[in-house]
């Protein structure tokens, strides 16, 4: 029998009224779905020793991720030009209103565009021109609750990136009370099914309605075809059952005449990104992490929590690990873990860099 752990399940609207204006958009007319709030008692189950063969992905759920990623969001290089707005608000966990932000985006490529964010608590432009990345304002990453409101809306399947431990498969889950059709990343290590990472759509369609896991989900709302895709007009983010985030698209255009003034450096920048960059770990272990072993050899009766700090070389390998925080005896078996971590290249207008982070756990 392989051992196996339980872990408790775990991640506004913006008082002044937008317009929409979708530039060729249609609406599509499914019903609105929401998440459910959870039994606080849940959790999901992993096999801290999973067998060592890989799960056979489904042909059918490779096509269909596929389709799902060519329709949805605004993530694949666009023909024309495209500008957006949209508006989200932050909630904490007694649903209060704490947060909220606009974000103002022109794009032509992954190299050429100009984002403006603006939080109660942030404030950045970002431009890229096609050779280097500039700052004004803020130098820092957004809030991981900005960037994860402008991914959900833009890059809603951002977290379907297989790595050598997952499978896409199919499977039915229900939402809201309405059953749809999925395609769930298998990973031999998740042994409950409400863990898995899934993505799930109207059904005889490719509009995506539902992605997410035990705890972090996201429904989609409002869908509108703009162009050739499909995009939510209104997405809520659920951490645990319980509003996080809720965006709203106000404004999607195509922008086959943008000024070259558009990518022009911020007044005020420091001068392009440089050096050795400093990535968050919410984004470089969730986004980037393709391999990862827990620490071995810990001694007994121990606890506390271990804080590392690790940099990434350009070919994703990490080349430094130091504990900065946690008991002495914990400190090298995590050190030792964190070096046996591996990572697809962090890119920076398609340039791979060397990052820097840090990572946590604690032993209770």
Known sequence: MRPVQTIPALCCWVAVTISCALAHGQAASPGEIHVSPQDPKAGIRISLKPSGSKIAASPEAVKTMNELMRTNGLELQPATPWHIE???????????????????????????????????????????????????????????AAFQAIRALVSPLYQSSTTPDTSPDKLDWTVDGVKLPCVVMRNPRMISENGLQKFCYEPGTAILRYSGAA????????????????????????????????????????????????????????????GVVSVPPFILLNDYLVHREFPQNLPRGVRGKVT?????????????????????????????????????????????????????????
Do not use: C
């Open 86 to 144: 949209l508006a989200y608000d932050e909630f904490d966990e007694d649903g209060d209103n704490v947060h909220s932000g606009t974000m103002d985006e022109y794009y032509v490529s992954p190299k050429k565009y100009r984002k403006v964010i603006k939080t109660d608590e942030f404030s950045q432009t970002e431009v890229a021109n096609g050779s280097d990345l500039y700052r004004s304002g803020d130098q820092n990453w957004p809030p991981i």
């Open 215 to 274: 705890w972090d989900q996201t429904v989609y709302n409002n869908i509108v075809k703009f162009g050739e895709r499909y995009l939510a007009r209104d997405v809520e983010v659920t951490h645990g059952g319980k509003p996080f985030l809720k965006i709203h698209l106000a404004n999607a255009e195509s922008a086959p005449q943008t000024e070259d003034s558009l990518f022009l450096p911020p007044t005020g920048t420091p001068g392009p990104l440089m």
């Open 308 to 364: 590392v700090k690790f940099t990434v070389n350009t070919e994703g390998q990490v080349i430094r690990a130091q504990a900065t925080e946690g008991p002495e005896e914990l400190r090298k078996p995590f050190e030792e873990a964190v070096m046996k971590l591996q990572f697809r290249p962090f890119l920076i207008l398609d340039k791979p860099v060397e990052v820097e982070s840090t990572t946590s756990l604690n032993i209770q």
